[in-house]
């Protein structure tokens, strides 16, 4: 089955740092990937969403995440961290054998001044 | 267009209870996933329905079920409840199947089961 890992429950960034957040998953078949963002007391918002063709995918506020067959990752990127980006982070992943979407268990963001 | 409301926001409960939680799509969207988070477990996929039917379901207990109504709406039941059933639960809305189209999620029920 297919699976999700994050790297780093936790990572802090001071404010015009880049921030890195790692994503890796279990299934040699390219699936759907998918970052989202969850705001406190939010509901979750798609940030960006990788399904086929060019593996640099550009999101909304200035991230993006990079499709590596090879490495079975999907980190996302952001070369310069506002405040406003403290969140949580969910890595997904479509599952094609049980048409499941698997979320990662989240990273969460702080962005110091 | 309004976004996915679920009601009711907070609901705390005792062990043995049953509860129902609501989930409003957002206008035109026909499928509706339900999600469980926790800490550090992250979102732990409950079902999803498509006009009315379940297309999908996760690995929880039959104490949880859920149905979707004629107008998209959609309730999810948890009967019996447990201590370990205490969480937020997250509904999501798409146009398309869950795993391959952008999803738009409510704000949630956070349950606590005393």
């Known amino acids: 089955a297919q699976s999700v890992t994050q790297l780093g429950s936790h990572v802090s960034v001071s404010e015009g740092a880049l921030v890195l957040l790692r994503c890796n998953y279990s299934s040699s078949v390219p699936p759907y990937l998918f970052w989202y963002v969850q705001y406190p007391n939010q509901g979750l918002q798609l940030l960006l969403k990788?399904?086929?063709?060019?593996?640099l995918v550009k999101g909304i506020n200035g991230f993006e995440a990079e499709f590596k067959k090879s490495e079975t990752s999907f980190h996302l990127t952001k070369p310069s961290a506002h405040m406003s980006d403290a969140a949580e982070y969910f890595c997904a992943v479509s599952d094609r054998n049980t048409d499941k979407l698997i979320f990662g268990t989240g990273t969460r963001l702080q962005v110091f001044p | 267009k309004a976004g996915v409301t679920q009601t009711p926001r907070y609901l705390i409960k005792t062990r043995g209870q049953q509860v129902t939680l609501s989930c409003s799509p957002i206008?035109?969207?026909?499928?509706v996933s339900w999600y469980q988070q926790t800490p550090g477990q992250g979102l732990q996929f409950l079902f999803e329905?498509?006009?009315?039917?379940?297309?999908n379901k996760g690995n929880f207990p039959g104490r949880f079920s859920g149905r979707q109504f004629s107008n998209s709406r959609s309730e999810m039941n948890v009967s019996t409840l447990e201590l370990g059933d205490s969480a937020l639960y997250l509904c999501?809305?798409?146009?398309?199947?869950?795993?391959?189209?952008?999803?738009?999620f409510g704000p949630g029920t956070r349950l606590t089961v005393l």
């Open positions: 329905y498509f006009s009315e039917t379940q297309r």
């Open positions: 999501a809305s798409s146009l398309g199947r869950a795993n391959t189209a952008e999803q738009f």
């Open positions: 206008s035109g969207h026909r499928s």
């Open positions: 990788y399904t086929t063709g060019a593996t």
